[in-house]
Antibody, heavy 121, light 107 residues
């Protein structure tokens, strides 16, 4: 079964750090581009970060640039998000999502169940 | 960055109704648009990619159309399991913006 499972969420104080992980199974992880998407409580979806299949190309949303770092370990079939200098507005469910290349077009076809990050004192 | 708007933001409908949701982009994105369905407490589910191509396993009552800056998602006959929030997403350029969502509720 194709699956993504996030972990690492929790309660952290403002200014603190947290590292999220996403374990992939059921597909050749090293062949796929990956993303982090977040959703604040009661709000819509916000794309956070992208990493290419090799890890050589990375993009961030302006809201997290300079504070978050995306990475991957293809040998371990894992995706990571290191989050530093956390703010209250970073409170959200964080999803990892796979990019599927349908030829000329992409879409996020597989999503994890999400992990909750709460930034509060 | 490309911005997406959706209308309406909320709609109330009955089982069997035909429902149309519109997504507008702040600049042309060709057909680089996807639609997702999200139910409370669950991850989003891909419905349509490339503006009009149905993802495998998605019922044929869902359809998408449009190109450039205006797109629509249509549910031809609303079913009980379709009550959810729907998001469009542009994949034309990195920032992969999502629309604000349209909540479809039971009338």
């Amino acid at each position: 079964e194709v699956q993504l499972v996030e972990s690492g969420g929790g309660l952290v104080q403002p200014g603190g750090s947290l590292r999220l992980s996403c374990a992939a199974s059921g597909f050749t992880f090293s062949s796929y581009e990956m993303n982090w998407v977040r959703q604040a409580p009661g709000k819509g979806l916000e794309w956070v970060s992208y990493i290419s299949s090799s890890g050589s190309t990375i993009y961030y949303a302006d809201s997290v640039k300079g504070r978050f770092t995306i990475s991957r370990d293809n040998a371990k079939n894992s995706l990571y998000l290191q989050m530093n200098s956390l703010r209250a507005e970073d409170t959200a469910v964080y999803y990892c999502a796979r990019t599927h290349d349908y030829g000329d077009h992409d879409a996020f076809d597989i999503w994890g169940q999400g992990t909750m990050v709460t930034v509060s004192s | 960055d490309i911005q997406l708007t959706q209308s309406p933001s909320f709609l109330s409908a009955s089982v069997g109704d035909r429902v149309t949701i519109t997504c507008r982009a702040s600049q042309g994105i060709s057909s680089y648009l996807a639609w997702y369905q999200q139910k409370p407490g669950k991850a989003p589910k891909l419905l349509i990619y490339a503006a009009s191509t149905l993802q495998s396993g998605v019922p044929s009552r869902f359809s998408g159309s449009g190109s450039g800056t205006e797109f629509t998602l249509t549910i031809s006959s609303l079913q009980p399991e379709d009550f959810a929030t729907y998001y469009c997403q542009q994949l034309n350029s990195y920032s992969f913006t999502f629309g604000p969502g349209t909540k479809v509720d039971i009338k």
